[in-house]
């Protein structure tokens, strides 16, 4: 899975966010993450899970690259108690 750079263009201009560090603190990762992930760096399981809690089903789906996963293997991996993944 990698950050899908469009995507992220596209929530960065919904919610107003400028900058690496917003970004970073909106996500819920280091800049120095952001960084890597925007050279096309690979996203864990776990950042992307955090990125859901956060933001939801929509959010993570216009932001990441599943490239050879999928949505729904993605979740199989995590247990859902409400809107939340563990």
């Known amino acids: 899975m990698k ?13 107003g966010i400028t900058d690496y560090v917003e970004l970073a ?3 819920g990762l280091s800049v120095e993450v952001v960084r890597l992930l925007e050279q096309g760096k690979q ?6 899970k955090d990125i859901y809690n956060k933001h939801g089903e929509k959010a993570v789906v ?10 729904n293997g993605f979740k199989s991996k995590y247990v859902l108690v409400g809107n939340k993944f563990y």
């Open 3 to 15: 950050l899908n750079i469009n995507g992220c263009r596209s929530f960065c201009k919904k919610h």
């Open 25 to 27: 603190n909106s996500l």
């Open 43 to 48: 996203i864990g399981y776990d950042a992307v």
């Open 62 to 71: 216009k932001l990441i690259d599943f490239e050879e996963e999928t949505l």
